[in-house]
């Protein structure tokens, strides 16, 4: 197949090499052509628009940090929704809101292609091994079209339900990820001023039954100030953001998830927006009245 990426970040650079990899022809674009270095060097082509890369294109994936970048990619110059052709499927794989994806598959209906939101979860490492976990909501005929290509990007592609779906399914999820994250971060807070071994705490946690990838993984990457991005906190704020506007269209509470964005926020606020979600723990340490320990990776 012939598939255009637009937005070639940390996620859009893995599914493009996954999709180099199992030898379809990938076209990209991205706002900072410096950044689709990665995927150009697997052997897909640069382009000079969205409108560009996807021509010819039978499937195009979206893969952009916020709703004004997915608008841009879409209404602005050499923008996709004025270059849609009929029959073309095009699947925003970005966190977005349900409103926002069932706004833009009337639009893009309007021209005869297929729309679908299919974000996911994971992150680097998954999108580099092909093994994103990938929520889609569609219409019947836009699963069919786009679930062979989910397929081939994903440990798993699951159709939640029509147009909005998926993006409801991702920020649900989004929300628990959230949650789990700030509250390990003050366990560990608290376990450091107890002057416990993270380690050997970690070790305990990963035989129990609330034992999860996160915990270790995160637990351990926490305890040793290593915030190597996988997930920018700032991509967390918008996230919790999104979880927070979504819940409130439909009368649910989420006082957690609300807690957890505004922890984020501060953290931001103090200059780790740049640094990995996890760097929330950062401020858990501070608002514990322990000075993170100098010297150790991503604690600057």
Do not use: Y
Not at 103 to 121: I, N, Q, S
Not at 133 to 161: D, F, K, N
Not at 196 to 216: A, C, M, T
Not at 236 to 255: C, F, Q
């Amino acid at each position: 197949m012939k598939i255009a990426i637009i937005g070639t970040g940390v996620l859009g650079t893995g599914v493009g090499l996954t999709l180099r990899g199992k030898g379809h022809e990938v076209r990209c674009w991205n706002r900072t052509p410096a950044n689709a270095e990665a995927v150009l060097q697997g052997g897909a082509t640069l382009h000079a628009t969205p409108a560009e890369a996807a021509e010819g294109c039978s499937h195009v994936i979206l893969l952009v940090w916020n709703e004004e970048a997915l608008r841009t990619v879409l209404e602005g110059e050499g923008g996709l929704l004025a270059a849609a052709q009929p029959g073309q499927v095009f699947i925003d794989m970005s966190t977005q809101l349900p409103a926002t994806a069932r706004d833009l598959a009337g639009r893009f209906a309007e021209a005869g292609a297929l729309f679908v939101d299919a974000p996911v979860h994971g992150s680097r490492a998954e999108a580099h091994a092909g093994g994103l976990w990938i929520m889609a909501g569609a219409s019947a005929e836009g699963w069919a079209a786009a679930e062979p290509l989910l397929q081939a990007v994903g440990a798993s592609a699951r159709h939640m339900g029509e147009v909005g779906a998926g993006c409801a399914a991702k920020l649900c999820g989004n929300h628990l990820v959230s949650t789990i994250v700030a509250a390990l971060a003050e366990s560990l807070a608290l376990a450091r001023k107890s002057g416990l071994d993270g380690h050997q705490l970690v070790d305990v946690w990963s035989e129990s039954d609330f034992r999860s990838p996160i915990v270790e993984g995160a637990g351990r990457a926490m305890w040793d100030g290593d915030f190597d991005v996988s997930f920018h906190l700032r991509t967390m704020v918008k996230d919790t953001e999104l979880i927070r506007n979504h819940a409130e269209s439909l009368g649910v509470p989420v006082m957690l998830s609300n807690t957890v964005h505004e922890l984020n926020k501060v953290a931001q606020n103090l200059g780790w927006g740049e640094l990995n979600a996890t760097a929330i723990f950062k401020l858990c340490e501070l608002m514990a009245g322990i000075a993170p320990a100098p010297g150790a990776a991503g604690r600057a």
